[in-house]
């Protein structure tokens, strides 16, 4: 079985560790980074599975890197996970509502773990 690959985007250098080293747990590579204005060529470098993107970020917020991320030919097909504290902005943006999965912040470790197992499982469907 090939090992998947996350990319954790998140500018809280405890919660990025926590997940990477969750997944880890679970067999998963994972590598994480803080700034948004890399990631789609991040994702394109690294052929990453799965994306976990925090919303709230400074330079470029995770609204800007999900619109690159979809608009970019070689990234679009990648699913998108959304961590956020401000659920209401996902109501409120209809483009957002097209990620493949958000969850709240703080969330449950095992929850987590279970969504994201669940996409990247979806993924190699």
Do not use: H, W
């Not at 998108?80 to 999965?101: H, N, P």
């Amino acid at each position: 079985m090939v090992k998947k690959k996350v990319l954790v985007v998140e500018d809280s250098i405890f919660i990025a560790k926590a997940i990477k080293q969750l997944l880890e747990s679970e067999g998963i590579t994972a590598n994480t980074t803080s700034d948004g204005a890399k990631v789609v060529d991040l994702v394109k470098e690294g052929k990453y599975d799965l994306v976990v993107l925090d919303l709230m970020m400074p330079d470029f917020s995770g609204k800007d890197v999900f619109y690159m991320l979809k608009a970019d030919l070689n990234t679009n097909d990648v699913p998108v996970l959304i961590l956020t504290a401000k659920v209401d902005a996902l109501k409120e943006d209809k483009e957002l509502r097209d990620c493949d999965k958000f969850m709240r912040k703080p969330f449950d470790n095992d929850e987590l773990i279970e969504v994201i197992k669940g996409l990247l499982q979806r993924d190699s469907a």
